[in-house]
């Protein structure tokens, strides 16, 4: 009788048969939930977290990605109808110098919107302004201090990031925002179940096993999910309720509630509509603005001008629609008013919305982060880091699991093979195209056509690459090869920003630019964190011994089973 034949006749142990015939309990059953609902989605959530991520500072980053705006010295040839500048004596309200620079510049647009600089720190007021002729909008920077208007580059700047967070690219923004929600969902669900499966959660937390293979990776997974547990549900539950009305939106139409005329009670937006339009002078703008901004200060005395819009200037159309907001406010909603361009009467202004609505804004404020200072900026960037971390960690953790069970691990079956390489093309192919947009931004000519399109499409362009080649080589090599890259790609950035840009990593400090040295310096740490990571996936192997026993481990199950 052959070895195999005595194999197989060898009866199971009534403990094996127990086991073989018992009933999963609820943990088991949350922890099927736990993997295969994080696993499934896992890197569409990893993009929508490493994303938002990043558009903590997305501001900053589309300063970072138009150099030119502290760094010009005179006006750009700009293509206006007039470069008069206005006389500096008319108004000394920033508001009021960018509204006489368009008098004198472009009085004859559909509509002029003006709304301050890229930070929060920029002295400048950027202008929008869509001209009637052709509908085409005109952007340029407009420095309210020297009077200089100019074109910094067409650049996707950070809010490409932002975007990408909610409506993904290259789909319908509806069908984007539904798949979106669907993802955070099951986040939500994959969240909870994990608190339920692990009995020492806290416990866990405090345990740390450096080289432990399948252990270490538990253990990571668990340091970036437990401390910052709060979060992650606060952040994942808010971006669930940000888009509630799309994903249940019964309720108002059971109410007959009006959208359009809801909407246009809480926000200020009205379009540029008018088609019979007659020449007729404005009303001086600097007193409204002032009046306006003196009313809501006595209601909340951190109340501020944000923005500025003008439809149909010049005309008896015109209408003149003020924004308000309050510093730190962690509600998205401001206060507005609405102007007769002609007669300085007010025509609209805001009213306390309805509490459904605040509560709602105020989930939007807290998911977004807009109204934290720099600190809590980056207390939220950190932890939005943790929570890459743990999607990153739990889908390795998958792979790591499993290859221990492989018959061949140099022959995996399709279902390992291909969740492996899409955690390969995410987890670092992801980090390469952001960095590749970044570098985009400096080497595609400044008089490129269609420029912010073509650094988007690079985007992909990069990514997509980085997955073909994935497929190509084999695993561990693809981990190595694409981490390399982003390792190098971040530590030569300040190097290809001192090269493209007055506004290098010398200059900077000498000039005292924050911004830039900031960036040059998170480049650095980011550089360290990855060349670490590439270190461990170079040279953290399996050892002969590992292999043997890893093996004899399979090999028994098989004659068990």
């Not at 990408?164 to 969240?191: K, N, P």
Request: charged share 15%; with cysteine; aromatic share 12%.
């Amino acid at each position: 009788m052959s070895d195999s034949t005595k194999t197989q006749s060898v009866p199971m142990t009534k403990r094996q048969q127990k086991d073989k015939t018992k009933v999963k309990g609820y943990r088991l059953l949350m922890s099927d939930v736990h993997t295969w609902f994080g696993l499934l989605l896992g890197w569409l959530l990893f993009t929508i977290f490493l994303m938002g991520t990043v558009s903590y500072f997305n501001n900053e980053l589309t300063a970072w990605m138009q150099p030119e705006i502290t760094a010009v010295s005179k006006p750009s040839a700009l293509p206006l109808s007039s470069q008069n500048s206005p006389n500096k004596a008319q108004t000394s309200e920033p508001f009021g110098v960018a509204i006489a620079h368009l008098q004198a510049t472009q009085a004859n647009a559909k509509n002029w919107f003006i709304t301050k600089g890229p930070t929060s720190t920029s002295n400048e007021q950027r202008l929008h302004i869509t001209t009637s002729a052709d509908d085409e909008r005109l952007r340029y920077q407009f420095d309210t201090q020297t009077q200089t208007a100019y074109m910094p580059r067409d650049t996707a700047g950070g809010n490409f990031f932002y975007r990408m967070h909610f409506d993904l690219h290259y789909m319908s923004v509806i069908w984007a925002r539904i798949i979106v929600g669907i993802a955070s969902m099951m986040m939500l669900i994959a969240i909870i179940a994990g608190v339920i499966v692990h009995k020492k959660i806290f416990t866990d937390f405090f345990t740390f096993r450096w080289g432990k293979g399948q252990r270490s990776w538990l253990d990571a997974h668990n340091a970036f999910s437990v401390l910052p547990l709060p979060f992650h549900i606060m952040i994942t539950f808010t971006g669930i309720i940000t888009l509630i009305a799309l994903y249940m939106p019964w309720g108002g139409k059971v109410a007959n509630i009006d959208t359009e005329q809801l909407f246009e009670g809480i926000y200020s937006y009205r379009a540029a509509d008018a088609t019979v339009l007659q020449p007729a002078p404005m009303v001086d703008i600097s007193p409204l603005l002032t009046t306006a901004q003196t009313d809501w200060q006595k209601l909340n005395p951190n109340y501020a001008i944000t923005s500025v819009s003008i439809n149909h200037p010049n005309t008896d159309h015109s209408k003149i629609i003020v924004d308000g907001r309050a510093d730190r406010q962690i509600s998205t909603i401001g206060a507005f008013r609405i102007y007769d361009g002609q007669t300085g009467n007010i025509l609209e202004q805001s009213k306390p919305p309805p509490l459904a609505v605040t509560t709602h804004t105020v989930m939007i404020g807290l998911h977004a982060g807009r109204f934290a200072d720099y600190w809590l900026r980056w207390m939220y960037f950190l932890l939005g880091g943790a929570g890459c971390g743990m999607i990153a960690t739990g889908l390795v953790l998958w792979t790591v699991k499993r290859r221990r069970q492989l018959l061949d691990m140099d022959k995996p079956y399709l279902g390992f093979w291909l969740v492996e390489k899409l955690n390969i093309a995410t987890l670092a192919g992801l980090p390469l195209a952001m960095v590749g947009l970044l570098w985009l931004n400096r080497l595609l000519p400044l008089e490129m056509t269609a420029r912010a399109k073509w650094e988007i499409d690079g985007f992909f362009i990069i990514w997509a690459g980085s997955f073909i080649l994935t497929l190509v080589l084999s695993s561990r090599h693809a981990w190595r090869v694409l981490l390399s890259l982003v390792t190098l790609s971040l530590l030569f950035t300040p190097l290809l920003n001192s090269l493209t840009t007055e506004r290098g990593f010398l200059q900077s400090v000498l000039s005292g630019d924050a911004l830039f040295v900031s960036f040059d310096v998170m480049f650095f740490i980011l550089a360290l964190l990855f060349a670490y990571i590439t270190y461990a996936v170079s040279f953290k192997k399996m050892s002969p011994k590992q292999k043997t026993k890893s093996k004899r481990r399979v090999a028994s199950q098989i004659e068990i089973s």
